[in-house]
């Protein structure tokens, strides 16, 4: 078995690369040719366990995550896991990864593809609402997706940015790239083309002003519990159609179910990334009157695709640390 951190994950996949794993996943989902059992979730004072197992028809593994939302308060992630990938004959452990990493970088992805297939093929910029680990990943996919220009940043604990930037600088590619941080949420979204929510925010941060969020594109990757709400009522009568990565977003996401349960949003509007994949529409925003969102919960089967991605590259790149069990 081998042993993958974050640094040989990293090294081991490009984000165009996991990306492109994000969309065949979506490929997969849609035609179902895979088997993933609801996420088991257990929850005490504050601190929640997930655990994520996904088969497919020649691989299979399991993802553990630890959410520790608290954790901000110390300077630790908020999630820390491992991923597990089995032998689909024998079921013998053949890859253990650092599943903060693999979650980091493939909801970034994620993220990523959401900007790809809704926001304006031109945008420019992009603002990013968390500066924690997710936010980072996603302004690291946004402007792989997009000719990114400005980077703006809005971190709601008034923490000091400059560990952050410093490290967003030294993992783009585009030097030129500008970082700006922002005072507030409202001027944020003045400023930017698309925005990100990557925060564990149980009230939203987006302001319910139609007027500020029309014209842009929304990518939500924060909420993912009942009580967790980023959003505010206004999106919902600006867009025709919610997106989300799995429906049981509608079930597990206050950013949908409060909406939901008030009769804000119907179920008939929500649509699947991989309906509109396999659909190939074209929704990306071409006028400054248009909107677009799009929410993601996650789901095990992004993780065993990108793990096994992972896997195979290490073993070509010689990546890797050999555990004997």
């Given at each position: 078995m081998i042993f993958l951190n974050k640094i040989e994950i990293e090294r081991a996949i490009t984000l165009d690369e996991v990306m492109n794993k994000i969309e065949e996943a979506y490929k997969v989902f849609y035609e179902e040719k895979f088997y993933m059992p609801p996420r088991p979730v257990v929850e005490y004072k504050n601190k929640t366990l997930l655990?994520?197992?996904c088969f497919m028809d020649n691989s299979l593994g399991t993802k553990i995550i630890s959410v520790f939302p608290e954790n901000a308060n110390i300077g630790e992630p908020a999630i820390y896991g491992l991923m597990l990938l089995n032998d689909y004959t024998t079921g013998k452990p053949i890859a253990l990864m650092d599943g903060q990493a693999i979650t980091s970088i493939r909801t970034g992805a994620v993220g990523g593809v959401g900007v790809r297939h809704l926001s304006n093929k031109n945008a420019s910029t992009v603002g990013i609402i968390g500066a924690g680990v997710q936010g980072f990943w996603q302004a690291l996919y946004a402007c792989k997706a997009r000719p990114i220009k400005t980077i703006f940043l809005f971190n709601r604990n008034n923490k000091d940015l400059t560990v952050f930037i410093k490290n967003l600088k030294d993992k783009l590619v585009d030097e030129s790239?500008?970082?700006?941080?922002?005072?507030?949420?409202r001027s944020l979204i003045e400023k930017s083309e698309i925005v990100i929510t990557a925060t564990t925010t149980n009230d939203p941060v987006i302001p319910n002003d139609k007027n500020l969020l029309r014209g842009k594109c929304f990518i939500a990757v924060g909420s993912y519990k009942h009580d967790m709400r980023e959003f505010s009522d206004a999106i919902f009568s600006?867009?025709?159609?919610v997106y989300v990565d799995l429906p049981f977003a509608c079930e597990e996401s206050g950013d949908l179910v409060t909406p939901i349960e008030k009769g804000i949003l119907t179920e008939d509007r929500v649509v699947t990334m991989s309906a509109l994949l396999n659909s190939k529409e074209d929704v990306t925003i071409k006028n400054e009157n248009e909107t677009q969102f799009f929410k993601s919960v996650g789901m095990g089967l992004f993780d065993l695709i990108i793990a096994k991605a992972i896997y195979e590259n290490a073993k070509l790149k010689n990546i890797g640390q050999i555990i004997n069990m």
């Open positions: 655990y994520m197992p790239i500008n970082i700006v941080v922002c005072d507030d949420v600006l867009v025709d159609k």
